[in-house]
Antibody
Framework: EVHLVESGGGLVQPGGSLRLSCAAS????????MNWVRQAPGKGLEWVSF????????YYADSVKGRFTISRDNAKNSLYLQMNSLRAEDTAVYYC????????WGQGTLVTVSS | EIVLTQSPATLSLSPGERATLSCRAS??????LAWYQQKPGQAPRLLIY???NRATGIPARFSGSGSGTDFTLTISSLEPEDFADYYC?????????FGGGTKVEIK
């Protein structure tokens, strides 16, 4: 059974940094493209970033470009999101999701940016 | 960027009724469109991929149709567990985007 488990969320001050992790199990992680998707409190879904199965291709939403970095470690079956220069508008639940049709999602980790 | 517009924003129906949700794209996405269901406090769940294919384990009362710019998610007969938020999403090009959502609520 496919499992995706996010961690690393928390409260951070504006301008601060946070690193999210997503641990994958139940499938061959190195064969699959992965994404981060976020949802601000009470709002809709927003795609954040994509990384191909081998890490060679990466895309970002304009809202996070230059501040966030996606990466993966296939040996550890893990996906990461390094978030720098955080803003109040980055406050959201962050989900990792498999493939570009997001066939499986983690339970999410909450990031709160506030002073 | 392709904008996806969902309508209506809220759909008030009774159990057993038919629900018809619309998603319109600002330009063609071919059939690279998916639908998700989300309940409060839960992650979204894939219902339909490639416009009309049901995901694994999704009941037959859920169906998707359309291509190009106009898409529809139909729930043939609402069950109590179907009252939730629904989102469409395209993966035709970058950036990937979602519609604003339709809330299906109990009338």
């Amino acid at each position: 059974e496919v499992h995706l488990v996010e961690s690393g969320g928390g409260l951070v001050q504006p301008g601060g940094s946070l690193r999210l992790s997503c641990a994958a199990s139940g499938f061959t992680f190195s064969n699959y493209n992965m994404n981060w998707v976020r949802q601000a409190p009470g709002k809709g879904l927003e795609w954040v970033s994509f990384i191909s199965n081998n890490g060679a291709t990466i895309y970002y939403a304009d809202s996070v470009k230059g501040r966030f970095t996606i990466s993966r470690d296939n040996a550890k079956n893990s996906l990461y999101l390094q978030m720098n220069s955080l803003r109040a508008e980055d406050t959201a639940v962050y989900y990792c999701a498999r493939l570009v049709n997001f066939d499986y999602w983690g339970q999410g980790t909450l990031v709160t940016v506030s002073s | 960027e392709i904008v996806l517009t969902q309508s209506p924003a809220t759909l008030s129906l009774s159990p057993g009724e038919r629900a018809t949700l619309s998603c319109r794209a600002s330009q063609s996405v071919s059939t690279f469109l998916a639908w998700y269901q989300q309940k409060p406090g839960q992650a979204p769940r894939l219902l339909i991929y490639d416009a009309s294919n049901r995901a694994t384990g999704i009941p037959a009362r859920f169906s998707g149709s359309g291509s190009g710019t106009d898409f529809t998610l139909t729930i043939s007969s609402l069950e109590p567990e179907d009252f939730a938020d629904y989102y469409c999403h395209h993966h035709s090009n970058w950036p990937l985007t979602f519609g604003g959502g339709t809330k299906v609520e109990i009338k």
